[in-house]
């Protein structure tokens, strides 16, 4: 992940294959299929990689049991055989999760019992391991922070859960291990044509030099997120919006409040939809929202009835109700759902006004894959779970529209970085699943340096070879200086956010704790990077800012 070499080769080896632009979950996918193919490969990701989107997701790897309640089998089939390759692929970042549903009435128990078993049965081979009911005494030891006041009992299941920054800096690895060129905060300026109207091309501009390139490619995919539009209206001005974001948001509080290694569904909330709360590497991610929006931004904020609403039915169903006090961070994200026929392209920036047509819920979660005259193939829609799939149609689509050499998709097998020596997780049992302990089966260990796989021990090395890199930065987190430097040499951040929210996830942890470490970060990239202390401080300053919106006042 040198980013000079990288620089380098893609001036020197064009024309590419095929040209990527966007660095989330989707856009990565497409460059590990396609390098992964054997095509010649260059990924452009504006500012860093999973810096929108994927950096905010709901950490789950699922089917989606709402995606069932309704009705959208294909969809559901499809992300549980996805869910089983990750696990099998990313050991290291992907482990089972045990998820209770609590039930305050008997009848809901038949109907959430009937409907997993048929979440298991659509699982097939890949099945994390079977549903089934638990009784009150068993929800109150597995979900101490329950609310136990007209509890009858509860139906237990197994999903997956991930660290998605984490899976995305792997996947821009492997892509560059299966040959690519993946460069973050290299923005597309416009797209490039013949005289026909074929792209041929882009240019590009560095955002930390300046510097503009022009690229050349046999074929472009747009795979950029809620920003699609932004690129296809570079190819034709006025075009039809696909789009329309809707947003997420999670609130991260002590993992005291429910005091246990094991997930809680709220599988209907007041308005309709579900709530998770999701023991995630130390805390306790409560949401989410889905709230249609008329606008994107980079930098999303969450939307004051969205708070009141996550604390409010968190209270319904926690025995301590969590207050605005208890919020650790706050974090919004924005989903790339299709469009409704006949809308208004969103506009960029800043806290869009809410939508008032239709619901989001009813607006399709599927991909859509749009190839368009110029020859430019844009994918849509879709969630993490899929990613793959996704990759796998867009790089056919690709072939298709610029008549590359057809060669087959080989990503069912193949182990994202870091997965070499990582175990995968056992699948639990019956007995496991109807014990009465706190830790889940597949629980990452308290040492975060196993979601690194097979590079924890040269993060070990680090931390021996200046003792120093060893101790915590914050008190309250347990990154360490070597993490840092790791990041900086082999996983091309180049700022303090880079670091703190997407190598290591302590912005979205504890936002305070985040900005009280980010001196500290920005001293070791500093020296890392040869950089002066009129740039440090620049960093700081610039990373606060964005740490601010994740602070509940």
């Known amino acids: 992940m040198n980013r000079s070499d990288m620089l380098r080769r893609m001036i020197q080896e064009q024309p590419w294959d095929v040209l990527v632009i966007g660095g989330g979950a989707t856009g990565l996918g497409v460059a590990v299929d396609s390098a992964s193919r054997g095509y010649r490969t260059l990924l452009l990701e504006k500012e860093d990689f999973a810096k929108g989107t994927s950096s905010r997701s709901t950490k789950l790897v699922h089917g989606g049991v709402r995606y069932l309640q309704e009705g959208d089998i294909g969809l559901v089939r499809e992300a549980l055989y996805e869910r089983g390759l990750l696990l099998q692929n990313a050991p290291h970042l992907v482990h089972k999760e045990h998820f209770i549903i609590?039930?305050?009435?008997?009848?809901?128990?038949?109907?959430?019992?009937?409907?997993?078993?048929?979440?298991?049965?659509?699982?097939?081979?890949?099945?994390?391991?079977?549903?089934?009911?638990?009784?009150?005494?068993?929800?109150?030891?597995?979900?101490?922070?329950?609310?136990?006041?007209?509890?009858?009992?509860?139906?237990?299941?197994?999903?997956?859960?991930?660290?998605?920054?984490?899976?995305?800096?792997?996947?821009?690895?492997?892509?560059?291990?299966?040959?690519?060129?993946?460069?973050?905060?290299?923005?597309?300026?416009?797209?490039?044509?013949?005289?026909?109207?074929?792209?041929?091309?882009?240019?590009?501009?560095?955002?930390?030099?300046?510097?503009?390139?022009?690229?050349?490619?046999?074929?472009?995919?747009?795979?950029?997120?809620?920003?699609?539009?932004?690129?296809?209206?570079?190819?034709?001005?006025?075009?039809?919006?696909?789009?329309?974001?809707?947003?997420?948001?999670?609130?991260?509080?002590?993992?005291?409040?429910?005091?246990?290694?094991?997930?809680?569904?709220?599988?209907?909330?007041?308005?309709?939809?579900?709530?998770?709360?999701?023991?995630?590497?130390?805390?306790?991610?409560?949401?989410?929202?889905?709230?249609?929006?008329?606008?994107?931004?980079?930098?999303?904020?969450a939307l004051d009835e969205e708070v009141s609403f996550i604390l409010r039915t968190a209270g319904e169903y926690f025995e301590k109700a969590p207050t605005r006090g208890d919020v650790l961070s706050v974090f919004a994200g924005l989903r790339p759902l299709a469009a409704p026929q006949g809308g208004k392209a969103a506009p960029p920036g800043g806290n869009a006004p809410r939508g008032t047509d239709a619901a989001t819920k009813e607006i399709s979660r599927s991909h859509k894959i749009i190839t368009s005259p110029s020859g430019l193939v844009t994918i849509t829609g879709g969630k993490w779970t899929t990613y793959r799939r996704m990759a796998e149609d867009t790089v056919d689509a690709v072939i298709a529209s610029a008549g590359l050499p057809p060669r087959a998709c080989v990503t069912q097998g193949l182990r994202i970085h870091g997965a070499a020596d990582a175990p995968a997780t056992p699948t639990a049992g019956p007995e496991t699943l109807a014990a009465g302990r706190l830790k889940s089966a597949g629980e990452p260990p308290a040492d975060l340096l196993a979601l690194y796989g097979s590079d924890r021990p040269a993060?070990?090395?680090?931390?021996?070879?200046?003792?120093?890199?060893?101790?915590?930065?914050?008190?309250?987190?347990?990154?360490?200086?070597?993490?840092?430097?790791?990041?900086?040499?082999?996983?091309?951040?180049?700022?303090?956010?880079?670091?703190?929210?997407?190598?290591?996830?302590?912005?979205?942890?504890?936002?305070?704790?985040?900005?009280?470490?980010?001196?500290?970060?920005?001293?070791?990239?500093?020296?890392?990077?040869?950089?002066?202390?009129?740039?440090?401080?620049?960093?700081?300053?610039?990373?606060?800012?964005?740490?601010?919106?994740?602070?509940?006042?």
Request: proline share 5%; hydrophobic share 45%; aromatic share 8%.
């Open 102 to 301: 609590p039930l305050y009435n008997w009848w809901s128990g038949l109907w959430y019992t009937a409907g997993l078993m048929v979440y298991d049965l659509l699982s097939g081979r890949k099945s994390f391991g079977p549903s089934r009911p638990i009784s009150r005494k068993q929800v109150i030891q597995r979900l101490p922070g329950i609310r136990r006041r007209g509890l009858r009992g509860g139906v237990i299941y197994l999903d997956g859960q991930f660290d998605d920054a984490r899976l995305a800096i792997n996947l821009a690895q492997t892509a560059v291990e299966q040959g690519a060129v993946a460069l973050n905060h290299l923005g597309v300026d416009r797209l490039l044509k013949d005289a026909s109207g074929r792209i041929t091309g882009c240019v590009a501009t560095d955002h930390l030099t300046g510097q503009s390139y022009e690229v050349r490619s046999n074929s472009v995919v747009n795979a950029t997120g809620v920003f699609v539009d932004d690129i296809l209206q570079m190819d034709v001005p006025g075009a039809a919006p696909q789009v329309r974001p809707s947003q997420g948001v999670h609130l991260v509080l002590d993992q005291t409040f429910l005091g246990s290694g094991d997930a809680v569904l709220i599988p209907k909330t007041s308005d309709g939809r579900v709530l998770f709360g999701v023991p995630w590497e130390g805390k306790l991610l409560v949401g989410t929202t889905d709230t249609p929006l008329n606008g994107h931004s980079l930098e999303p904020r």
């Open 459 to 553: 993060l070990l090395a680090l931390r021996a070879e200046n003792p120093a890199w060893a101790i915590p930065l914050h008190p309250r987190l347990p990154f360490t200086g070597a993490e840092v430097i790791w990041a900086v040499r082999m996983e091309e951040a180049l700022t303090v956010e880079d670091v703190l929210a997407r190598r290591v996830r302590a912005l979205f942890l504890d936002a305070r704790a985040a900005m009280a470490m980010a001196p500290a970060v920005a001293r070791l990239m500093a020296g890392e990077m040869g950089k002066d202390e009129n740039w440090e401080r620049a960093q700081v300053d610039a990373f606060r800012e964005v740490a601010q919106g994740y602070v509940l006042t």
